[in-house]
């Protein structure tokens, strides 16, 4: 019996094939994700990421970026720390936030491995493409909640399924490292469940205030 890797529910549905892989979704918490066979080995995994080639020095990557950190920055006090977990092997947010007078710190799991940072306070914690690749998203996010500081603010970006027809054609679901799709119903769930405040910022970014 498959199991939705965000709420546990055992009520999953096909919902797209194709020649990579299968997707379901829960008729509970609606998450989009792949059974577990399809999931790359952590070397695998890894060897994708070594591909990209993101930086601080890129402009496009910057812009990208900016959708996530603008909104977050104009959020908090002056002062405030963070989180960029997830940086990938170029981190660009912690660069970007120390031009505009933030402190960030950078954790990955596989090019900055610090666990000590997890045991951290933050008064943000950025999730910029991340949330997709993580086979069980509960832990992940139970454990960052408890590094916020009352007030805090979880930013997440990710694209958002939209429609089994949107989903056929959508670019997003053929990263083979991509096993988990978010919805803004998805997101709500969550938002209940965690007792946080859903707020949509774009059509890939949403914050999750902790109140």
Request: glycine content about 4%; some cysteine; proline content about 6%.
């Amino acid at each position: 019996m498959k199991h939705c890797p965000l709420c546990c529910a055992n009520s999953l549905n096909q919902y797209h094939e194709d020649k990579r892989r299968a997707y379901f979704q829960c008729s509970s918490c609606l998450l989009v994700s792949v059974p577990p066979e399809y999931r790359l080995s952590a070397e695998n995994e890894k060897a994708e990421y070594d591909k990209h080639q993101n930086n601080p020095t890129d402009n496009g990557y910057r812009r990208f970026l900016e959708r996530t950190v603008a909104p977050l920055l104009a959020r908090v006090s002056k002062g405030a720390t963070g989180l960029d977990f997830g940086c990938g092997p170029g981190p660009t947010i912690s660069e970007m936030a120390k031009e505009q007078g933030f402190e960030v710190q950078n954790y990955d799991l596989y090019y900055f491995n610090q666990p000590e940072l997890l045991e951290k306070r933050y008064d943000f914690v950025t999730m910029t493409e991340v949330i997709e690749h993580i086979a069980k998203p509960m832990p992940v996010l139970t454990k960052l909640n408890s590094l916020l500081n009352p007030s805090g603010i979880l930013a997440v970006m990710t694209k958002r399924v939209q429609t089994p027809e949107a989903f056929k054609s959508w670019h997003y679901k053929n990263d083979p490292t991509h096993i988990c799709f978010y919805s803004t119903r998805t997101f709500e769930w969550i938002s209940k469940k965690m007792d946080w405040r859903l707020e949509i910022i774009d059509k890939d970014v949403v914050f999750f205030h902790k109140e």
